[in-house]
């Protein structure tokens, strides 16, 4: 719902417009200058930084592209080749994406959506979130991501307040990013959550039988440890993140 009311109220997002080149990459070698707004990558129509950006980092280093563009009014196209740069995906792993060298010029509109395609992104995005969610926790359980980087009440409250300066929009979006995740965490196959409960259902089915009094004690028990043990950590986490700087001078 949060995503949906964004789309129709909408959000700032920079355009295509040019505020540097970096040396060494494409776009300076092929001759795009400062200033100059990219309208379309291979024929393919861009309005949007974010666009431009997903469509490049999708191409593989090496590739030509021509990009259309507008200087002083006029239209002009050049080929620039994309290179590469490792980047680290922030869940614990590197990947190389494809870069023209540039970045945005600071030039932001406000993009709204009809209410039909604002529920169409809406449910774009809370999936992204999802697929995201479920990766992070494959990377924690395979140790290629540190519990480190989780986020718990006390970091959602220090976040909430930097982004509610920003105003209704940026909270609508950290709201509707924080329901996804607290969602997808509850149905976690845990017991004193719902995907517990559903597992232990499963299980029940499965026998043929219902548990014993005694197990689903013992189960509930172990399961609300795990979730106490976890959350101490996280905010220990939390702590050490925001404070960590502060407490090493005191001691």
Known sequence: MCFWFINIAGYPALTTKVGALIAGFGAKEAGLEVGDKITAVDERKVDYWDDLQSIIQAKK??????????????EYSLDVNIKEKKIDDGLGSRRSIGLLGISPYDEVV??????????????KKTWALTTMTYQALGQMLRLKLSIKEATGPLGIFFITSHVARQGIIAILNLMGIISVSLSLFNLLPFPVLDGGHILLLAIEKIRGKYLSLKAERIITQVGLSFIIFLALIVTYNDIMRLFGDKLSRMF
Not at 61 to 74: A, D, E, H, S, Y
Not at 111 to 120: D, E, L, Q, R, T
């Open 110 to 123: 406000i993009v709204k959506h009809a209410p039909f395609k604002s529920f169409s992104l809406g449910l």
């Open 61 to 74: 280093p090496g590739t030509i592209v021509k990009l259309f563009f507008l200087r002083n009014n006029r």
